[in-house]
């Protein structure tokens, strides 16, 4: 839930209290908690939505969008299409907005969002919180309340595990090591779903023809990036999804799919037909066939696996 001494922090003193320190009006302090309110009111329906969730029959669909940030637009568009689609909820891979730690754009992604009914779970990207950022992951923590660690986490949804990872946990960047691969693989080793999906901001795989990031994501360091993937084929991963990348591209490695779901609005970095257009992806569950489909803005079917 939403911490009122953090919301408060960059207007007050260090100290928990109303002392005179705060330097703002009545009019801005009404704002404040106006919006604390909306994300608390906010953060409890997503728990509420979010225990619903494993209940789902064995057949359900989920809908996969990523990079909106700066493509208010777009985004739009997508949302209004998502929403069309029916899904049971939706998953962001990151990068929902443009500047770490802006509440004002937080503020607009979520008013863009109210579209969105069922539970939306957000992945950390890099200009949504960084380490480098001060006050970034506190800002970004303030917007979703989460099972656990709102950066990693996991939930169950039918007969499938979810997991979302963050790529810049404990100022490491595009790594998942430590604490956190210890936790991932304890989730992967103790899940009975029958499906398992991964989500995380940066692509375990780039294309060196397409895109800005080649060599510069989780393929920064492949020794780490081997280890990771070695997880998901030990856990017998359905899916990766990852963002970073304006673009589509699904690779598959180890028989495990790996897709970059970069249209959600953002500038695209791809200018080929194949790879440089906005999207969404809907993958459907069905009992124990997984299929998926990748739309374009204008509605038009561009890939199915």
Known sequence: MVDFFATFAPFCGKERSWILKCKFSIGALVLILFSANAIAAQDQQIQ????????IGPRFSFIVIGDNRSGDEIYRKIVAMAMERKPDFVVNTGDMITTPGDRKQWAAFWEMSKPITVPYLLTVGNHDAHPKVRGS?????????????????????????????????????????????????????SSEQK???????????????????????LDRYQADRDALQALFVKYKVSMVFTGHEHLYLRQTVDGIPHIITGGGGAPLYAEDEDAGFHHLVQVTVDNGKVSAE???VNGKIRDRF
Do not use: C, M
């Open 294 to 296: 990748v739309v374009d």
């Open 195 to 217: 499906h398992k999906f991964v989500f995380v901001h940066h692509p375990l795989y780039t294309d060196k023809r397409r895109g800005k990031h080649h060599g510069n994501s």
């Open 137 to 189: 992951e506190r800002t970004y923590r303030e917007q979703v309340d989460l099972p656990g660690n709102e950066l990693y986490y996991s939930f169950v949804a039918g007969n499938a595990l979810f997991v979302v990872l963050d790529s810049y946990i404990d100022d490491q960047e595009k790594k998942i090591t430590g604490e956190q691969r210890a936790w991932l693989e304890g989730v992967l080793a």
């Open 48 to 55: 509420q939505k979010l225990a619903t969730l494993e209940k």
